[in-house]
């Protein structure tokens, strides 16, 4: 398992900003365990076994040769789920976003994921778990084909940051754009103070911006 600690993290997060740079994982005074590059333009896929800690035996689906039971956690689906349903949550009737389903699960909660995509950019907490590659169009069971995907149009695809203990992440493939603004940096994952375990994920960073014109010069005003 490879472990990635940050370093002057200030220092790296304005040299970032300011080059436009590409980080696949950027990593803020934090631990990431099991996947994380700073090659630009470079998708990295985890090898770990994913130890979040906290998950009830039975609730991992990678580990199952079934689907987990309803009790383990909250399910989402981008194409079958409804936010707004009163029963939303459950696999037969499902969250559509990432987001909603973080916020009902609490902070201590596991969120299922369809394999699918999700046009999202999630914020998830210390000891809160995502688990992907799920085929909701079956029974729910892990299918490690079906990778779930998080590529927001804009901004950081997965952002971990707040709560308290390991966050777990599994089977997710995520994907940042290209930056827009002048001198912006392009990061598909942020891990900020925190522990995060990643297993079997793909991160891909899209190309950071140029910088802004610098001030235009007369050669021939006097010094």
């Known amino acids: 398992m490879h472990r990635s600690k940050s370093h002057s993290p200030h220092n790296n997060l304005r040299a970032r900003s300011i080059l436009g740079a590409v980080s696949a994982l950027l990593v803020l005074g934090a631990v990431a365990s099991g996947c994380g590059s700073d090659s630009p333009t470079t998708t990295t896929t985890s090898t770990a076994s994913g130890m979040g800690g906290g998950v009830p035996a039975g609730c991992t ?43 009902a699960a609490g902070p201590s909660g596991r969120v299922y994921l369809c394999g699918e995509s999700f046009a999202e950019a999630v ?22 084909s079906k990778k779930t995907t998080l590529e927001p149009e804009s901004g950081i695809a997965l952002t971990v940051t707040g709560g308290s203990g390991a966050a777990t992440i599994e089977d997710l ?51």
Not at 63 to 73: D, I, K, L, N, R
Not at 128 to 138: N, P, R, V
Not at 186 to 194: E, I, Q, Y
Request: glycine share 12%; hydrophobic share 40%.
């Open 61 to 103: 689906p990678s580990t199952e040769s079934g689907p987990v039971a309803e009790s383990c956690g909250v399910f989402v689906s981008s194409s079958k789920g409804d936010d707004s349903a009163a029963d939303a949550g459950s696999p037969s009737s499902p969250y559509a976003t990432v987001a909603a389903a973080l916020k």
């Open 123 to 144: 914020e998830l907490a210390g000891g809160q778990a995502l688990f992907g590659a799920l085929d909701c169009a079956g029974d729910w069971s892990y299918d490690a």
């Open 173 to 223: 493939a995520l994907k940042s754009a290209d930056a827009t603004e002048p001198g912006a940096s392009s990061v598909a994952a942020l891990v900020d103070g925190l522990e995060a375990n990643f297993a079997r994920c793909d991160l891909s960073a899209g190309k950071g911006a140029d910088g802004a014109d610098g001030m235009g010069f007369d050669a021939a005003t006097p010094a």
